[in-house]
């Protein structure tokens, strides 16, 4: 009887076992097949494998699953702390001028938009010569350039003044009508040049034109040029500017110290010829 349940036992195992191996046992969860799994660490560390380099730049392990791609000894490459190359330099721009264009183009392909142009010098007003301090009997005594002054008529002591400071011309514009001989005499004792030019209204063309040439001769200077009231030297000194391009606002203010004025009516004679001779040029 034992005998007979041991073979029905093993007998039902083997059925089973060969049931599991068929195909219509798969739909059971204990005949279905398991994926590989790798078996479990043993520790909580993972370790990377043991064929496998830890270190940069080490050579792999015989055997080992990864290729070599230089050689073993091949050093790592070393960085540099600074650039190889120099940067270029830096272009500085002078600023642009006051009032003023850039004195660079815009951008580089620039045809000329925004470089430093000519402009024309615009006429700034001058300042009115400087009178130095006064000399012994030389009125209204004014120095200019060039070795020139002006003033008026000297006393006694105004021609030994002049002489004494290295003038070598005086010159005398008078009116018409007037006696220069006494005038002559003294410049003559003292040793200086003498020049007399009738300055009028009616002959300022040629009252000028004979005074440009006479204060442009180099002979003649240092000269101080003299009238009686101041008036027709003003005259003639701006106009004399106003040859020089100078606008009539700066003409003005340079002369005015020199005696010009339209307040008398000698002084109003002379500005209507200034302004019929200006029409005229």
């Known amino acids: 009887m034992i005998r007979s349940l041991f073979l029905f036992t093993a007998m039902t195992g083997l059925l089973a076992a060969g049931c599991c191996e068929h195909k219509c046992c798969l ?15 043993n520790g909580p560390i993972l370790l990377p494998p043991a064929n ?15 290729p070599s791609v230089g050689p073993a000894n091949y050093p790592p490459p070393v960085l540099p702390s600074t650039p190889s190359f120099k940067p270029a330099p830096e272009v500085l721009f002078p600023d642009p001028l006051p009032g003023g264009t850039s004195s660079r183009g815009i951008a580089p392909m620039d045809r000329g938009l925004g470089i430093l142009q000519n402009p024309a010098k615009a ?34 002591d105004g021609f030994a003044t002049l002489k004494h400071a290295g003038y070598r011309t005086v010159i005398y514009l008078y009116s018409a009508g007037t006696d220069v ?30 005074f440009n040439s006479t204060i442009a001769d180099k002979t003649v200077r240092p000269a101080y040029v003299f009238d009686d009231d101041g008036v027709r030297a003003g005259v003639l000194w701006y106009l004399h500017f106003r040859s ?14 020199l005696g010009l004025t339209d307040r008398s009516a000698e002084g109003q004679a002379f500005e209507l010829a200034i302004q019929k001779y200006l029409a005229s040029r």
């Open 244 to 257: 020089l391009n100078l606008n009539d606002d700066a003409a003005r203010v340079m002369a005015k110290p």
């Open 52 to 66: 496998l380099p830890t270190t940069p730049g080490a050579p792999a392990a015989p055997g080992s699953l990864v």
């Open 123 to 156: 006429q700034t007003t001058p300042e009115p010569p400087v009178v130095p301090a006064a000399m012994t009997g030389l009125p209204g005594f004014t120095k200019l350039p060039n070795g020139l002054a002006s003033g008026r008529k000297p006393d006694l």
């Open 181 to 210: 001989s006494a005038t002559r005499d003294l410049a003559g004792k003292r040793g200086l040049a003498f020049v007399s030019i009738e300055t009028t209204p009616e002959n300022l063309t040629a009252s000028l034109e004979a």
């Open 27 to 41: 739909n059971k969860p204990d005949c279905r097949p398991k994926p590989y799994q790798p078996s479990a660490p």
